[in-house]
């Protein structure tokens, strides 16, 4: 599964505490095996590649978007 992250703006989980490595133990236990990147969705190549994911079948709509 790929998840996509705002640029500059990681997860509040990623910083709790306790850490493991670079991330916290919750975000290694709940997001372990997916794959994120980032992208600025206010791009529109940006819009492009996400709708080409949700085509394949690579990412899901997860939370309310409009795209």
Do not use: C, N
């Amino acid at each position: 599964m790929l998840r996509i992250e705002a640029p500059g703006h990681p997860y509040l989980e990623r910083s709790m505490t306790p850490q493991i490595g670079a991330d916290s133990a919750t975000h290694a236990i709940l997001h372990r095996g997916k794959s994120s990147f980032a992208l600025d969705l206010k791009r529109p190549e940006s819009i492009a590649i996400v709708r080409r994911l949700l085509r394949s079948g690579r990412i899901r709509r997860t939370a309310s978007w409009t795209i």
